[in-house]
């Protein structure tokens, strides 16, 4: 009543006001009206036709480091150039811009008939190549590299995934980058898309143990959600990338795309975040790794080191050779490198670590254990001829006397075949049983060879009593150098075998919690064995590298004077046997070669295999052990230099 008395008033101002109010009130219904009557059907369509587009998003992939840290495989930024097509194309479609120039040249034509809106969709097709071809070929001239729109390639993306962007240029290196910013960053509907790749920044360094990925464009495990779209991943395909896939590659996410009836993107959220990927820790020393590499590299032969902590079974280095690249395999492959991928006589993507052969003289170890075990006294003095006469089997050491040591250290044949015969196969294969040799070591790195070593039951079906005089000397039986480094650390450690650890644990880059996937010294078995017979074989195996006669010796001593070839191994006692053994590849005979090692003497921490597939006229005493000092002199540094770092400081 207030408000009406004061318009009979004729108050100008108050009847302004209402006036005013009433027009808003009015113009605000009116609004609601259309919104709610005459549009509604406007936008109950425009509704329909905006729909959600599901994108699979990968997760970081997690690290892999050695044992202090050091990263064996990460990832690196690889710079994309992408085009977002509703940018570029919306302004072009909105036009309409082909109908319209068709009508002007066709002023005849009064209606479109679907034959001519067919026609006419084809020229916009093409309208719309051309326009994103020539951004293409500016880009492609800025960046001062050649690239062409491929036809098939953008109308397959224009059809499917016109949602997502397109990219034209990838991988760009930093003077692209530099161009990029200079010239192009301002630049509507074009950006700089940066995605991981997948580095190995040591290249060759541990690729058969770290195996490599491939790039994923559609995900081959179930997934919860059926995706319209999954942006690539990378994907373990061997070794540990393969072993650990699940670990490394974390938890993808989910992006949601909101699309108009053109397939061109609204707006986007993220519904899931990714999980990232755990690191995962070796057992593996970095330094000593790439010295053992760098010695089987330097050689010129195919072959391998496994160097092996003997109080616990960590593996420190786990090296083949010939090798490869891992990183070849984040980009295109090169039809050379191809080839050289297949080579049947290179294969380097085979890791020798884990393959078999035969051991050669490095089995006398196995020998000599179920000889001594049988009775034998190491000072019964036997006579070589320089060959063993039935069957006929030549030696490597000249006709001579020889007791025990002088046997081990010059590598008689003769002398072991004999009473090897005497032992008897059941004792021979049952010392090898004690061994687990023939047994896989679970390494749990992809494939691995087990060896063939029959059981002492298996006697009559795989072995035949014609093969003791060979499997004495050990061609009848085949091992891998992983086995050696267990066998081997046995003899060190007085009777521990542990199931060698090359994977340590694995860490969450976000929280820090760790998960401990192999404990250190887990014990596989211990072998019981005589300490006198051990000390003979130890002693034996010191006299292989510091014997003037022995066959090893040369590698480790100056023959003319002395003295150690390395300073740094002076007080470093290395104990070992060298081994040969006979073979056939590819019709053609040649030897594979070793060196069995372990030291300090005195107190032992490491085990040395080194195998290493030579020619015919060489020994293990050629290639091997010369590669094994050169690895003793790597462990002797590394502990160097940890000391130094543990030393504080004198303060002043």
């Not at 036009?95 to 040249?105: D, G, P, Q």
């Not at 030549?394 to 090897?420: L, M, Q, V």
């Not at 494939?447 to 093969?467: C, I, L, Q, Y």
């Amino acid at each position: 009543m207030f408000i009406f008395d004061q318009l009979k008033r004729e108050d100008r101002q108050i009847q302004v006001i209402t006036l005013a109010v009433v027009a808003g009130m009015l113009l605000l219904l009116g609004g609601l009206w259309y919104v709610q009557v005459v549009s509604a059907q406007k936008y109950q369509d425009n509704m329909q036709k905006q729909t959600f587009r599901s994108v699979r998003l990968p997760a970081s992939r997690g690290k892999i480091c050695d044992r202090n840290g050091q990263s064996l495989a990460q990832n690196r930024p690889r710079y994309n150039i992408d085009l977002y097509l509703e940018e570029l194309l919306a302004p072009y479609d909105a036009t309409n811009a082909t109908k319209l120039e068709y009508k002007r040249n066709h002023p005849e034509v009064k209606k479109f008939t679907p034959p001519l809106l067919a026609e006419i969709g084809q020229i916009n097709q093409s309208n719309r190549y051309g326009i994103v071809n020539n951004i293409t070929m500016r880009a492609s001239s800025i960046l001062q590299t050649p690239v062409a729109l491929n036809p098939d390639f953008f109308f397959r993306h224009l059809k499917e995934l016109t949602y997502v962007p397109l990219t034209i240029l990838t991988d760009l290196t930093p003077r692209q980058l530099a161009l990029y910013y200079e010239q192009m960053s301002n630049e509507a509907a074009i950006d700089l898309n940066i995605q991981p790749v997948r580095f190995y920044p040591h290249g060759t360094a541990a690729a058969h143990l770290l195996g490599y990925v491939r790039r994923q464009d559609w995900p081959e495990d179930d997934e919860e959600i059926t995706f319209q779209y999954y942006l690539p991943y990378w994907k373990g395909k061997t070794g540990l990338e393969n072993a650990f896939d699940a670990d490394l590659r974390g938890k993808a996410g989910v992006k949601w795309v909101l699309v108009n009836n053109y397939s061109y993107r609204q707006r986007e959220e993220i519904k899931t975040p990714t999980e990232a990927g755990q690191d995962l820790y070796l057992t593996i020393d970095l330094d000593i790794q790439r010295a053992a590499e760098k010695e089987l590299a330097h050689c010129g032969n195919a072959g391998a080191v496994v160097v092996m902590n003997v109080r616990n079974g960590d593996i420190l280095a786990l090296a083949s050779s010939p090798t490869y690249d891992p990183n070849m395999f984040t980009g295109r492959i090169s039809t050379g490198e191809n080839a050289r991928l297949l080579d049947e006589r290179l294969r380097p993507t085979y890791n020798r670590a884990t393959g078999s052969y035969h051991p050669g003289s490095i089995f006398k170890i196995i020998t000599a254990i179920s000889c001594l075990e049988s009775g034998l006294n190491p000072k019964e003095v036997y006579t070589s001829l320089g060959y063993y006469p039935n069957p006929h089997i030549d030696d490597t050491a000249p006709a001579d006397d020889y007791d025990f040591e002088k046997a081990f250290y010059k590598s008689s044949n003769s002398y072991f075949i004999n009473y090897g015969r005497k032992a008897g196969s059941r004792r021979l294969l049952e010392v090898g049983k004690r061994f687990h040799l023939g047994e896989s070591t679970e390494l749990g790195i992809g494939p691995e060879a087990s060896g063939f070593f029959p059981k002492p039951e298996e006697m009559t079906s795989k072995w035949h009593e014609s093969d003791l005089p060979y499997a004495c000397i050990g061609q009848a039986i085949t091992v891998t150098p992983v086995q050696m480094a267990g066998m081997v650390s046995i003899i060190a450690n007085g009777g521990k075998l542990y199931w060698p650890r090359v994977v340590s644990h694995l860490k969450s880059p976000d929280t820090g919690a760790i998960e401990q996937i192999n404990s250190p010294g887990r014990l596989r078995d211990t072998i019981v064995l005589n300490p006198k017979h051990l000390d003979a074989i130890r002693h034996a195996m010191l006299m292989d590298t510091e014997n003037p006669n022995a066959t090893a010796y040369k590698s480790f001593f100056d023959k003319q004077t002395g003295s150690p070839k390395s300073p740094l191994l002076a007080n470093f006692h290395v104990a070992g046997k060298t081994g040969t053994a006979q073979r056939e590849v590819f019709g053609v005979r040649d030897h594979v070669t070793w060196f069995a090692s372990y030291g300090p003497y005195e107190n032992p921490r490491y085990a040395v295999i080194v195998m290493v597939e030579a020619g015919i006229a060489v020994y293990g005493g050629t290639y091997c052990a010369p590669i094994a000092q050169k690895v003793y002199e790597a462990l002797v540094k590394s502990e160097q230099s940890l000391v130094r770092a543990q030393t504080p400081l004198a303060l002043n």
